[in-house]
């Protein structure tokens, strides 16, 4: 697709999971796009609280979006997502799987599960047992609490479709922001044992071709 479309610049981190997301999304829809990698100091130059990225993003967190076609800046994952599909996905290939109502509804609500709930309490489990600079049992017993009972409500949701994709009839965006929260199940020291259904759907994804590729890319990006 899209040879005449200049190269969008997806703003990442090594290993964070949100923009892996956009980068799926964009390998999705074939949109070209190069990487630029910061890390999380307040380096001035590489720092993603650095004045060089504030000036993209004033939150000073990956993702950020730019397109050099429409002179367009965006951050957060959702709404860089929300970009991408509006301007790039006009024959909705990543986007509600039917046209009405209850379609929108279903789409946004699963979205916003992940970008509400699931991402941040496995970010909290993280930051918890692993960057927290003293231990705090009861802090890190209330989010992994709270990401398993995550967990549970996508496994119910899963079961819809046999673990195909979160919201039945094909894979969309939705399945693109759970699967890098998703995939560091094992980084939070979660099991995925007691879940079939998010364990077959990881695996499903982990074989597409726009994930695999957009891994690739952002590795690459990262190396330079
Ligand atoms: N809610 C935001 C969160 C963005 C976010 O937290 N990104 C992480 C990397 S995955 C980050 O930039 N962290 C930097 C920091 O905490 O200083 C989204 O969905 O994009």
Request: charged fraction near 20%; glycine fraction near 8%.
């Amino acid at each position: 697709m899209a040879t005449h479309i200049k190269p969008l610049i997806l703003h990442t981190h090594a290993t964070g999971p949100n923009p892996i997301k956009i980068a799926i999304a964009l390998e999705a829809l074939g949109i070209p796009f190069t990487v630029k990698c910061w890390d999380f100091s307040d380096d001035p130059e590489i720092g993603v609280k650095g004045t060089a990225f504030l000036q993209i993003n004033e939150n000073g967190r990956v993702p950020a979006l730019e397109d050099p076609n429409t002179g367009i800046i965006s951050w957060e994952s959702g709404a860089c997502m929300n970009y991408v599909r509006r301007v790039y996905d006009t024959a909705n290939k990543i986007g509600p799987c039917g046209s009405s109502g209850q379609d929108l509804v279903d789409f946004e609500k699963w979205e916003y599960f992940l970008l509400t709930t699931l991402g941040p309490m496995t970010g909290q489990v993280n930051w918890f047992r692993r960057c927290h600079p003293r231990k705090d049992e009861d802090a890190l017993q209330r989010y992994t609490a709270q990401t398993y009972r995550c967990y549970d409500v996508l496994e119910s949701q899963l079961q819809k479709s046999e673990g195909m994709s979160v919201i039945p009839g094909r894979v969309s965006a939705v399945d693109y922001h759970f699967e890098p929260w998703v995939r560091e199940h094992s980084f939070a020291g979660l099991s995925l044992d007691t879940y079939p259904m998010i364990h077959k759907w990881l695996a499903l994804m982990h074989a597409r071709e726009e994930v695999q590729e957009a891994y690739y890319k952002i590795q690459a990006g990262t190396a330079k």
